[in-house]
């Protein structure tokens, strides 16, 4: 018998010795759970689900199942019998800290609890017994990925291989694919590394979509995982304060839980129409883009330049690679099921891009200003990406709205419109330019001559040619 089979052997036997002590959790596994419980685990919504093939590329794990809506999938059958491995490990090989820790999530209360979190008629087939089983299994599977797997070579990893190790990434960051944080939290309890906040601030930072750069300086802004921790080592986090789940926690880092401004005096429909087609558009009236110091996508701000001219608009620089799709997707999905659906930063995020961005050339001149970086291959991929996200979504009027208003206002001015046709006739055009420029020497010549002719002062040529008159007559 193999050292894996082993180890599942120990597992499966353990769960037997808990069953026995455990027949009081038997005794809810057909309760009625409230009619008022708040669902907080949900599904894709149909809106967003266009054709079969998108689901399962964008909303479907690869490696991985987390949670009870892809227990089973038999293409995920290889890492699932990695969890009892990987908690064992988590746990030291400790069976008494096992069996705890299955005490504690199979509490009655908590059992109900986490239960109520899911679509009723979707775990309807799982007894409390396999539900506890499942949570136990993809917690400790979770925190130990977050805390050997993802800040280790690929080679160090025996079990899994970098490709693998990629899609886990993506797949614990998808909204049908997560288990209640607050188990996550009951098994930091038990296993005592470091720093958890620490190693949760690295993991959520290493799946932001900001720059390298900017997420070194962002690392020590995640909430709920340090900064609103009492005591960092005990793992204690106000109850008001823990995420619902990862892809929530992420979702938090991002948005910085920002709520909507109220800007009253800009609540008026004609305040929030755009009608500006994209970046270029908006260069042209000498609206300028640049990167702002915050990954927060509740952060864009417009600022008139030195010049009357002149003005920048600082947007959260982001980063695209192949990972961007399924994560912006899944981040607008729970948008879509949040309980605090009115801020929907990241669906207005990427409504402003679409509104921005319609050709590569308007890629490039964001790749260039800093805000974005472009790890996906060519500009028109990317413009692509955002024109396909933004296909359909419908963002909220009040984001952004002081920002979009004196955009509008800036790119609807008369003044800056006259610059913007002079720009394009003359300035974008070689020859039209260097006519306008020969036309405007000559002018100068003219006028300096002209000048010279009329108000030139006396000189000895003068006295000289009165002289020669003069003289001439006599």
């Known amino acids: 018998m193999s050292m894996q089979d082993q180890t599942l052997r120990s597992i499966e036997l353990t769960y037997d010795e808990i069953e026995a002590e455990q027949l009081v959790i038997d005794s809810i596994a057909n309760a009625t759970l409230p009619s008022s419980s708040t669902k907080r685990i949900q599904k894709v919504p149909e809106m967003l689900i266009k054709e079969t093939d998108d689901y399962k590329k964008y909303y479907v794990p690869k490696v991985v199942s987390i949670g009870p809506y892809h227990f089973g999938d038999k293409k995920l059958e290889f890492v699932e019998k990695l969890k009892p ?4 490990r988590l746990l ?3 069976k008494e800290t096992l069996r705890s820790l299955y005490k504690t999530l199979g509490e009655p209360q908590m059992v109900q609890e986490l239960r109520s979190l899911y679509d009723e008629n979707l775990i309807a ?4 017994k396999d539900f506890t089983k499942m949570m136990l299994l993809d917690s400790c599977f979770i925190l130990y990925c977050v805390r050997f797997i993802f800040f280790r070579d690929s080679d160090d990893c025996e079990d899994l291989n970098i490709h693998q190790i990629v899609y886990l990434h993506q797949d614990l960051f998808l909204l ?11 098994v930091m309890k038990f296993v005592n590394p470091d720093s958890w906040a620490d190693k949760f601030k690295s993991f959520i930072s290493g799946n932001i979509l900001a720059s390298q750069k900017l997420k070194r300086t962002w690392l020590e802004k995640i909430p709920c995982i340090g900064n609103n921790q009492s005591s960092v080592g005990e793992n204690k986090l106000e109850s008001s304060n823990v995420p619902d789940h990862l892809l929530h926690l992420l979702h938090r880092t991002l948005t910085n839980d920002e709520k909507l401004p109220k800007n009253d005096h800009l609540k008026s429909e004609d305040d929030s129409r755009c009608t500006f087609r994209n970046v270029n558009e908006l260069m042209d009236v000498g609206i300028h883009f640049k990167p702002s110091g915050t990954m927060s996508l509740a952060h864009i701000k417009f600022l008139q330049g030195w010049f009357w001219f002149t003005a920048d608009v600082e947007l959260p620089p982001i980063s695209i690679d192949d990972s961007t799709k399924p994560m912006l997707l899944n981040l607008i999905a729970y ?3 949040s309980r605090d659906a009115h801020a929907a ?3 207005s995020y990427i409504c402003l891009l679409d509104s921005l961005i319609d050709h590569p050339e308007d890629v490039k001149a964001l790749r260039k200003a800093g805000v974005l970086e472009n790890s996906l291959g060519s500009d028109k991929e990317v413009a692509k990406l955002f024109n396909e996200i933004g296909t359909g979504l419908v963002p909220n009027n009040l984001a952004y709205l002081e920002a979009k208003y004196h955009m509008q206002k800036h790119y609807k001015s008369r003044r800056n419109s006259l610059i913007s046709e002079l720009k394009h ?13 020969g036309a405007l020497i000559a002018l100068f010549l003219s006028a300096v001559q002209s000048y010279y002719t009329v108000w030139s002062p006396e000189g000895e040529c003068d006295e000289l040619c009165k ?3 003069k003289n001439h007559h006599l």
Request: charged share 20%; hydrophobic share 50%; with cysteine.
């Open 125 to 128: 087939k799982f007894c409390n």
């Open 85 to 88: 491995v990987f908690t064992m």
């Open 92 to 94: 030291s090989n400790n």
């Open 335 to 337: 948008e879509m099921c």
């Open 467 to 469: 002289l020669l008159k």
């Open 425 to 437: 006739e003359y300035v974008k055009s070689p020859w039209a330019f260097f006519a306008l420029l």
């Open 345 to 347: 930063w990241v669906t």
């Open 176 to 186: 049908e694919n997560q288990i209640p944080f607050k188990v996550l939290i009951e």
